[in-house]
């Protein structure tokens, strides 16, 4: 009887060892199929992306031509010209105002759009996640129907409902409760809200998703060892929640920071973002070299954010064990 | 409300002398969930007391309301009617965070972004407890379930048995007046399903708290309870010592659902105060015990369970015989199925030892003896 068994164990053993050998190569073999599959979107990202980023990068330290372009020989202007301007009468160089203003004004309300983004998208996502099978997909759908039209139209629509003359302020004054139209168009406020209505559903997916995956029944775990609803919230949900969190907010701050339609038809041309004022450059401010640099100063910004962003929750991940 | 809740103190003062007030009470307590047509009717009109420091097993097939009466107690659901009293005080209205009472949960609920120490030290911190009892309390529950060595890690990177034992000291960590337990052995194999029994048997003793313990595993309800109620759609059928289900089951369902039984149609011919006489199908007249509940003279069903009959070769005095169609061979035990005048089928199970060399064989006319004391009459 134990003799067989243990005849019947080196059986398995031996099994077990060729077992192994097989799947590493069959691992090894499956890697290199992956690298083929991703062969494809690896070319067109090098085509389209590193390579114009890789003439912008050029462009930036060209000089400026006359009527638009470059001309072939180095120069600095276009770096400096990002914070710093020339006097055109002594060539003295000061800080420049206007664009520091339009950085900042970037960045505050890049950041206001993903935290309102946030406050309406996560009861949403928790919405959708706490339906039933059944109903959970027609909410989804309903939560893409946005995406269907053209964004220059649905930012339209919306300069419609808030101009002055437009739906709000018609049936406010009608109402007689104001006097004169409310100015909603062309202010940063308005710049906000018509970037948080278009990338709330790139805030809701990716926390739908987390929350999707939830386990319920560690609400009930938590309730059940005195934890109030508040609570349960902050210790238990958020907490396995946040990969969604932080991915949704990755994916509307960084459109955020470059969004160019939205800015341009809701804020005027007073209320530039950093968008804006690179398309300028390329247009009518004839000086290419310096909205490639402010291209790239984007691109260093939404590295540098995305880093201390991702640090500071990985940090607080750490914390909480 | 005020009706539930005198049904309910007459209900807890029902058991255990004076002052000693039961545990948990629920009182007449029906839960439907849906309505109308489709609605479910979970509980139907359940009362029953548990009584401190017991170990309470609610037993019963799929679907029978286990777990709905444990959530009701919980606070997880609102009965539809009644109330849940504890030690006496209705709590029927109390969210589940406002009732001293905890749950080990069948699928353990722990949770996944907390170390072993977390998960045990969270009920204490929510109750408000300063840091240095938090984490002197979660030392001794670490202890309690041996898991020291594992105090710092995830609760994904441990064995079955592990979080289970987690879940235990979790529930038990905040000093419940009662811990519930849906069937937190179910997910174990057998040999650690075993010792875990042992384990929670022994840490109801030493905590002293009132466990409620849900399972469908009739072994498990008799040899870890010490009172055990059997469930059926919705409803409680007898509750009693684990002895008592087992030898005087109230009806067929209880008989049928805790071990193996015989079961005969006899006639009830005298009653007395504690038992009475009936007359088997074989015309011989032996003495029974009764279910609780009302009997007249007439035709009763009684079960007689297969260990409590004797197979002898002289057949002429014994109470019942039969002709044995089949052995089985079980290990320890042999069962010998019978059938008796009238095609009835009996069972006799008989443990093996070595000196016996008794050898039947199929087709024998044998006799079956009862021990004193085995035939128990049914409720209907
Ligand atoms: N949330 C609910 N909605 C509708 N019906 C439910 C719900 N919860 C339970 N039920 C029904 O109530 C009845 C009792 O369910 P319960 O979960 O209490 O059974 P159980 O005895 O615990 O069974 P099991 O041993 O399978 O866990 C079942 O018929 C079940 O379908
Ligand atoms: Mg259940």
């Known amino acids: 009887m134990s003799a067989h068994d243990q005849t019947v164990g080196l059986d398995t053993g031996l099994k077990k060892d060729q077992a192994g050998a097989t799947a590493e190569t069959a691992r090894r073999a499956e890697v290199r199929g992956n690298v083929l599959l991703t062969a ?111 964004l220059l139209i649905r930012t339209f629509a919306i300069v419609e409902v808030i101009r002055n003359q437009g739906v709000i302020n018609t049936a406010l004054l009608s109402f007689g409760l104001i006097d004169e139209p409310y100015q909603i168009l062309f202010t940063d406020f308005a710049i906000m809200v018509g970037m948080t209505y278009v990338y709330l559903p790139l805030m809701v997916l990716p926390i739908y998703a987390s929350m999707e995956k939830f386990d319920f029944r560690l609400v009930e775990a938590g309730y059940d060892l005195y934890a109030t609803k508040m609570k349960v919230l902050r210790r238990i949900i958020l907490p396995l929640a946040k990969p969604g969190i932080v991915a949704g907010s990755i994916l509307v701050f960084i459109p955020s920071l470059g969004a160019y339609v939205t800015p341009r038809l809701l804020g005027g041309g007073k209320n530039m973002m950093l968008g804006n004022l690179i398309e300028l450059q390329f247009g009518q401010g004839r000086n290419w070299p310096l909205g490639a640099a402010l291209s790239f100063t984007l691109l260093l910004i939404v590295m540098a954010a995305l880093i201390i962003y991702v640090r500071g929750v990985g940090k607080s991940d750490g914390q909480h064990g | 409300m005020a009706k539930a809740k005198a049904i309910g103190a007459a209900a807890a003062r029902q058991h255990g002398s004076v002052g000693d007030v039961a545990a948990v009470t629920a009182a007449n307590v029906t839960k439907t969930f849906g309505s109308g047509d489709d609605g479910v009717v979970a509980l139907d009109d359940v009362s029953v007391s548990i009584r401190q420091n017991e170990f309470f097993t609610l037993l019963g097939p799929s679907g029978c309301g286990k777990t709905t009466l444990l959530r009701l107690i919980a606070g997880f659901e609102l009965p539809t009617q009644g109330d849940i009293l504890l030690e006496g005080e209705p709590i029927g209205h109390l969210p589940p965070y406002q009732r001293p009472v905890n749950t080990v949960f069948q699928s353990y609920a722990l949770f996944p972004h907390m170390t072993v120490s977390e998960n045990i030290g969270f009920g ?211 069962h010998y199925h019978l059938r008796l005048p009238g095609d009835t089928p009996f069972i006799v199970r008989t443990q093996n030892q070595r000196d016996t060399q008794e050898s039947y064989q199929q087709g024998d006319e044998l006799g079956i003896e009862i021990s004193a004391n085995a035939v128990q009459v049914l409720r209907d």
């Open chain 2, 124 to 334: 204490l911190q929510m109750l408000g407890k300063p840091q240095a009892e938090v984490a002197s309390e979660v030392e001794r529950m670490l202890a309690l379930v041996r898991m020291e060595a594992l105090a710092k890690r995830r609760v994904d990177q441990l064995s079955g048995g592990q979080q289970q034992r987690v879940a235990l000291a979790r529930a038990l960590a905040p000093h419940p007046k009662v811990l519930l337990l849906d069937e937190p052995l179910s997910a174990l194999d057998l040999k650690l399903r075993k010792e875990m029994q042992i384990e929670l048997k022994h840490l109801q003793g030493e905590t002293g708290i009132t466990f409620i313990f849900v399972t469908h595993d009739q072994e498990e309800a008799l040899t870890m309870s010490d009172r055990v109620a059997v469930m059926d759609n919705g409803k409680i059928l007898q509750v009693g010592p684990p002895r008592e289900i087992y030898d005087h089951p109230a009806d067929r369902f209880v008989a049928n659902f805790i071990g193996e039984t015989n079961f005969l149609t006899a006639e009830l011919t005298s009653l007395s105060k504690s038992g009475g006489r009936v007359k088997l199908p074989s015309g011989k007249t032996v003495a029974v015990t009764l279910a609780d509940g009302e009997f007249s003279e007439g035709q009763v069903t009684v079960v007689i369970r297969p260990e409590h009959a004797r197979l002898t070769k002289a057949k002429s005095k014994t109470t019942l015989t039969g002709v044995l169609r089949n052995i089985v061979y079980i290990g320890t035990d042999t």
């Open chain 1, 40 to 150: 494809p979107a690896l070319i067109v990202l090098f085509c389209c992306a590193s390579g114009p980023l890789l003439i912008m990068l050029v462009y930036s330290f060209l000089t400026a031509g006359d009527y638009g372009g470059i001309i072939w020989g180095l120069s600095g202007d276009g770096w400096s010209n990002v914070f710093m301007q020339r006097d055109i009468f002594d060539d003295t160089l000061s800080i420049a105002d206007a664009h520091i203003s339009i950085f900042w004004r970037s960045l505050k309300l890049s950041v206001l759009t993903t935290v309102v983004a946030l406050i309406f998208g996560f009861p949403t996502a928790y919405f959708i996640a706490t339906r039933p099978l059944k109903t959970r997909n027609l909410w989804l759908f309903l939560i893409t129907i946005p995406f269907w039209t053209n």
